[in-house]
């Protein structure tokens, strides 16, 4: 299953897997492919740089990378309190009504939220790239889009490659002004942030905007077969972040959770600003048709909307209250219902991609004749 791309890289296979858990992105590594670690939940340096250190050494020295997630305007001098000052009280009561009304504990008097995505801050991303830049990473990827014009440059400097997820063709013709090494093209299924073109549709578009630079196709991939339709689309790889989810190295710390995503079908998904304040797509929960019902107070922008809830979350996760309970997942979660180690989900995927290129090459060969 090799590309330009991936040979450029040294891996064996272009599936490119995005995951925030460090043994799973080591897994993928190993397994002939790239991990991608996501960086967006470390808000102290000094647990990322624990984590790479622990990449280090269980990657037996094979490529890896780190996906931050940092707006591509530089914006300085505002601080977390600054910005949880500008949340309204009435959001902040329905809330607390929320979770009481589903029977949610409060977490321990002096227990910290462990759920509080602040990656997107400035200081905090930038806090990040400092610790990352001292590991020989070969990828930096930004679900934001294009990177501050400095950090592309810094990473250029350090010859690693940038990625910037997009969901249209003018989103990718943006990243190819900003210097962007790698679009991923993100389809409408995928999981988490996202936008409103499905793959099928998007990927064409976007190699053919932006081309000869390299595409990866995000959203909808779940198997060999498919990744073969992407890579006949023009993408030269694959970025696969729901996938991992339900692998047996993934450290979910909730077996209620797991066990939701291998019962859910691929109609189970929505897309909610109920988490980040940006479209985001997930398990369909109370919790996401409470927000996104029209008689509530409305998410807030991002960032607001993720500060707000980080405590709820924190306390719905801990207390595994189900009825609340979910995650950002694609549409792929319909096909995740077994828990498979790393390595037997890439001998499924390779298996499946030499089926669906034995097919197409049966097909090709009767027409030829």
Excluded at 13 to 39: D, S, Y
């Amino acid at each position: 299953m090799e590309t330009e791309l991936s040979q450029k890289l040294g891996i064996e296979h272009a599936i490119f897997g995005f995951t925030p858990f460090p043994a799973v992105a080591a897994a993928i590594t190993r397994a002939g492919g790239f991990g991608v670690l996501g960086a967006v939940r470390y808000t102290a340096p000094d647990d990322l740089a624990r984590d790479l250190d622990w990449m280090q050494e269980h990657t037996d020295g094979k490529p890896y990378g780190l996906d931050v997630v940092m707006p591509a305007k530089k914006v300085e001098g505002v601080s977390e309190a600054d910005v949880e000052a500008m949340i309204p009280p009435g959001h902040r009561k329905f809330v607390q009504e929320t979770l009481a009304r589903h029977g949610v504990p409060e977490l321990a008097e002096g227990e910290a939220s462990g759920w509080r995505i602040t990656g997107w801050m400035e200081e905090v991303a930038r806090n990040q790239l400092d610790v990352a830049f001292d590991y020989p990473i070969k990828l930096l990827a930004n679900a934001l889009g294009s990177p501050p014009a400095d950090v592309v440059a810094r990473a250029h400097d350090q010859d690693v490659l940038v990625a910037a997820l997009a969901g249209s063709a003018r989103h990718a013709l943006h990243h190819a002004d900003a210097g962007i090494d790698i679009v991923v093209a993100q389809g409408y299924e995928a999981g988490g942030h996202t936008g409103e073109i499905a793959s099928m549709v998007l990927v064409p578009d976007v190699v053919d905007a932006v081309g000869p630079l390299p595409v990866l196709v995000a959203g909808g991939i779940g198997s060999g077969e498919q990744i073969a339709a992407g890579l006949a689309l023009g993408a030269q790889g694959v970025w696969l972040g729901s996938l991992w989810l339900t692998t047996e190295e993934a450290d979910m710390h909730s077996r209620a959770l797991t066990a939701k995503l291998l019962a859910a079908g691929s109609g189970d998904t929505v897309r909610s600003r109920a988490l980040t304040g940006k479209p985001a797509r997930q398990l369909r929960t109370e919790w996401t048709d409470a927000w996104d019902d029209p008689s509530g107070p409305g998410t807030l922008p991002m960032p607001l909307q993720g500060l707000l809830v980080a405590e709820a979350v924190s306390r719905i996760q801990k207390y595994e209250t189900g009825a609340l309970l979910g995650t950002p997942v694609g549409q792929i979660v319909g096909r995740m219902n077994t828990e498979r180690s790393v390595q037997a989900v890439f001998d499924d995927l390779t298996s499946g991609f030499e089926r669906a290129i034995d097919r197409i090459n049966r097909i090709a060969g009767r027409s030829a004749s």
